[in-house]
Nanobody, 128 residues
Framework: DAGLVQSGGGSVQAGGSLTLSCTAQGFTLDRYDVEWYRQSPGDGCRMLSTLYRDASTWYDRSVRGRFTGSRNSAKTTVFLQMNSLKPEDTAVYYC??????????????????????WGQGTQVSVSS
């Protein structure tokens, strides 16, 4: 099926690192921005990062300097490199984009933001 497929995540101790991947199946990401969100019981839904189509980035202040977004040269996969992880980073992480444009945008996981495609979500757990 066409859409976004996530991989990565898992469990790590505080101070450790993880990398999340978000792969576009059936399309390429060269014309689309990709957002990363996380959902946790304590913090709700938070927009973490945007990787713009021109490869520039934006980060929420809670992760700025620790998380880095990037894209592969084929423009099919985006990555979120997460360093210096903290217990408060524990959450389910989602990527999202606005492909295909002709479909309705939908919200997911309690986030108020709407997109045409969402990844399935991946759990990140950080222990102290």
């Amino acid at each position: 099926d066409a859409g976004l497929v996530q991989s990565g995540g898992g469990s790590v101790q505080a101070g450790g690192s993880l990398t999340l991947s978000c792969t576009a199946q059936g399309f390429t990401l060269d014309r689309y921005d990709v957002e990363w969100y996380r959902q946790s019981p304590g913090d709700g839904c938070r927009m973490l990062s945007t990787l713009y189509r021109d490869a520039s980035t934006w980060y929420d202040r809670s992760v700025r300097g620790r998380f880095t977004g990037s894209r592969n040269s084929a423009k099919t996969t985006v990555f979120l490199q997460m360093n210096s992880l903290k217990p408060e980073d524990t959450a389910v992480y989602y990527c999202a984009t606005n492909w295909p444009e002709e479909t309705d945008r939908v919200a997911k996981a309690g986030c108020p933001y709407k997109h045409n495609s969402w990844g399935q979500g991946t759990q990140v757990s950080v222990s102290s």
